[in-house]
């Protein structure tokens, strides 16, 4: 089975029209709040979250993405899309940007915010059916709430944020958690890959730490560049 509307690749020659996206007012804001509560009663194991990510927390998620060169990234658990907008700037830098979404009201929303990305109402564990070219650099950035999701569907999405990083040289997991900033988001990780800790933002609701997934010889690891932490 392949996901609907895939062929059609987006780049970053197009004009951007967010007109809710860029709206930070107040309004706006309580909107996505609300939109986000109303996410959460429709399944809280599966949102996992009481409040979207703040500006910090999707600030040091753009920081991250920004460190290597993808040439397509893909956004998965997207929520209200506080996420979503931070990383508009790196539209210019990836030939391809999409925005995987479960939820109904939630993936509706994303569309509506963001018109001209390919948003895809879809669940994660199908992530192989994507059409993306193989040796192509990926950035898989996630919001998933893994500890608190159904643990089959959790293992599903993990299995395949890996299986679509694994065989594309220069590709990376951005994953933040909201557990104690020493726990990776799993253990099962492909041999020759870390997690580096890129991130620990107390000022979210609740506090939370950004993980990538890379393997040991990216350039942005930690035993090359001798200024982080495992
Ligand atoms: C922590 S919330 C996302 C927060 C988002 N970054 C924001 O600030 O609005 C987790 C999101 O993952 C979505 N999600 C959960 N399981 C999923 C799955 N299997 N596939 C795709 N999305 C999923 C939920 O619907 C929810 O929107």
């Not at 915010?113 to 059916?129: I, Q, S």
Request: aromatic content about 6%; overall charge neutral; proline content about 8%.
């Amino acid at each position: 089975m392949s996901l609907s509307g895939l062929a059609a690749p987006q780049t970053h020659a197009f004009e951007l029209r967010y007109p809710a996206a860029y709206d930070d007012s107040e309004g706006n804001c309580m909107r996505q709040g609300l939109a986000f509560a109303l996410g959460y009663l429709r399944n809280p194991r599966r949102v996992g979250a009481i409040a979207p990510a703040s500006k910090a927390l999707a600030q040091a998620i753009l920081h991250e993405v920004l460190r290597a060169e993808p040439t397509v990234l893909i956004e998965v658990g997207a929520g209200t899309g506080a996420i979503t907008r931070a990383l508009l700037p790196a539209l210019s830098r990836v030939e391809r940007f999409m925005v995987i979404e479960r939820d109904p009201g939630f993936a509706q929303l994303l569309r509506k915010n963001f018109p001209d990305l390919e948003v895809l109402h879809h669940c994660a564990t199908r992530l192989d059916a994507l059409d993306i070219e193989a040796r192509c650099p990926v950035t898989v950035v996630s919001s998933l709430p893994l500890l608190s999701m159904q643990r089959e569907e959790a293992h599903g999405c993990i299995d395949a944020m890996v299986a679509l990083i694994e065989n594309r040289p220069g590709s990376r997991l951005i994953q933040y958690t909201y557990a104690s900033p020493h726990l990776r988001p799993f253990k099962d990780i492909p041999i020759g890959w870390r997690w580096r800790r890129a991130a620990s933002i107390w000022a979210n609701l609740p506090p939370a730490t950004v993980w990538t997934l890379e393997q040991a010889s990216h350039p942005s690891h930690p035993s090359h560049t001798h200024n982080g932490f495992h």
